[in-house]
């Protein structure tokens, strides 16, 4: 099935990303990261930057906790 529709790559304020269609106003809580295109380039950019699943606090959480052991 060919998808015509624009597609927005987002991220929210956790740094995990989604996509969404370019037409419809952004949920609560995300905004735009930078690439707008067809479904396949929005997915292609989140896969390229989206390189650690975890959330932004549990990342930090986990830095935090490695340092305290050195």
């Known amino acids: 099935m060919n ?3 624009a ?5 929210n ?4 990303y989604s ?4 037409h419809l106003d ?3 809580g995300w905004r735009k990261a930078g690439t707008e ?4 380039e929005c997915l292609a950019f989140v896969e ?3 390189t650690d699943m ?4 549990l990342r930090a959480s986990m830095d935090r906790t490695a340092e305290g052991t050195r």
């Open 26 to 28: 952004l949920p609560e």
């Open 19 to 22: 996509i969404w269609p370019a």
């Open 3 to 5: 998808d015509a529709h």
């Open 48 to 50: 390229e930057v989206w």
């Open 7 to 11: 597609y927005s790559a987002v991220i």
């Open 54 to 57: 975890r959330p932004a606090t």
């Open 13 to 16: 304020d956790e740094e995990q």
């Open 37 to 40: 295109g067809t479904k396949a």
